[in-house]
């Protein structure tokens, strides 16, 4: 671990307005294009990662904004509260398989994270005059799990070199890879997923009910593709909390019977020709034996569940007629080097809670996450094509990006202001579909521990992470 014994200050500023969107819909496409080729969307939300974490050693390219650029490098600091503490981390790789602690990202602890204090004025972060920076990552983890030794909080700021996610680094190689693509709102999972399905998480900033079974009320692609008898399925193994079972009109329409499946029934409908339109995987989550990539879960696991599901695919009759969208769900606690931006609210609601220095914090959903890995897979994108800021609406892709494309290609209007907001990606789909797609991805990595202490040994034997 590199330490450091001044503070690098950071030069990076989030956008100061949002944009307010009336766009057009796109222009019919004329015969033989991808959108009259295209029947299938094979949509896989993994968990808590953030962009920089898996994906910014990447060096297949110098195109891509992650951290082989010295400039992106910066030193965190271990109090970023204390102005006379000048102790400081500068990321690094690392190659153990999963994290010890589990980092920081409840709602309040999220925007510390990006912003260096639990006291937003949400006045002065639309107008841009309250910025992020990004430099509280560190803190937060040792005050998360009460740490002494800054060094055991590091992993929350640390990435992995490309030959230890081997899968996530030849899918970029060979379709595309968005390096500005942003999460939905500052806080855990299932508001995030909530928004990635519906738009919204409609005012909740933490995994409480109705975010849990059935609770929610607001309109989601789910119900959205029944009305318009478009197919849908969603697999996992989620013990009942497949994302689609957030809605309380999943259980009242009995779709939470017909349309919420296992994962191997993804399998079963490829090899049976029985594949729905939309097709929306969950992996299991969230420790040890997990498909995630949630921690404890093995960054290994998650690769094979990826290397599945395309593999898979790849091999079936439905390759030339699918696209594939691979995203993370928000970014975990981990670091990325690029603050999140300004965009609009979904709604008008606001979330409180009591932030860990006893202050009241809000969050009014005003802003993004940080950056997430997202890769777009069909035979109908180019090759190795690094996306970056959005050519359209808001000019920033984000997780309602997908939500957006969605009611494009099947023709519904936008669930919230922030999807119309969200940038789509119908200038990269080709006029023709590729013939030189991988039909096998390579082995997933086996972890080399010989760098670890007779210490971090111990306690990763101790939690099954060896």
Known sequence: MVASSTLRSLGLAALSLAVQVH?????????????????????????????????GGMNYTDDIDGLLKEENLVCLPVNVTDPN????????????????????????????EAYSTFDLDLEAIQEGKQKPDNRGFLTMQLWGHDLDDPAEA?????YYPPEYVPILTDLAKNFVLFDRWFGGILGPTNPNRAMLTSGTSAGHGENDYPLTHWGSKQRSIFQILSEKNITWGNYGDTGGVADANFYAWTRESGT??????LKDKYFTHLEEGTLPELVYLNPTCCGVGTESMHPDGLVSDGEQYIKDMY??????????????????????GFWDHVPPVVAPRPDNLTWSTTARDGTEFTLDFG??????????????????????????????????????FLGGFWDFPDLSPRVSWSSTWEHLMLKKARKDTPKTLPPVKEFDISSLSAKQLQQRAARGLL
């Open 367 to 404: 802003t993004t996450n940080v950056r997430l890995p997202t890769l777009l897979i069909s035979p109908w994108v180019p090759k190795g094509h690094v996306e970056h800021k959005g050519k359209n609406n808001g000019k920033e892709y984000s997780a309602t990006s997908i939500l957006k």
């Open 256 to 261: 939470e019977l017909t349309n919420v499946h």
């Open 311 to 332: 593999e898979a695919l790849r091999a079936s009759k439905y390759w030339e007629k699918s696209l594939m969208v691979i995203t993370f769900d928000e970014h975990g």
């Open 85 to 112: 503490n000048d102790e400081c981390f500068v990321p690094t790789s690392h190659n153990h398989n999963s994290v010890l602690l589990d980092p920081e990202h409840g709602s309040a602890d999220s925007a510390f």
């Open 23 to 55: 766009a057009a819909p796109p222009a019919k496409p004329g015969k033989d294009s991808w959108k009259d080729e295209i029947k299938h969307i094979i949509w896989i939300v993994m968990e808590n990662r953030s962009f920089d974490n898996l994906m």
């Open 154 to 158: 590091t992993d929350a700021i640390n």
